[in-house]
């Protein structure tokens, strides 16, 4: 049976342009080309409740107005340390601005 947990509080999701913006000198995301070259099958890292894992790309949802904001649907693809409301294969929401590094 296939669970979908949809996080539209995207509060738990850390913001990397944000960290990105706030520290500069030590923190590096993933520039708007880069985001803007996802696709399906894509691996992006994000952060959730202080725990960076891997997800894989299932679906891209365009924002019209802002592309950080664009709404990812993704798949948990590793196995998490810490209590999370997901596990692997989990399939996840999130937006552009939480991912922290693409692959």
Known sequence: MLVILILRSFMAFIDAQQ???EHSDTFGA???QDLNKLKKGS???VCHNNERFWTKIQKIEKNKTISFNDNITAIV???LICEQPFKLGDTI???KRHIFCTM
């Open 93 to 95: 929401q999130f937006e």
């Open 43 to 45: 691996l992006v890292k």
């Open 19 to 21: 960290m990105k913006l």
């Open 30 to 32: 993933p520039t708007k």
């Open 77 to 79: 693809d590793n196995d």
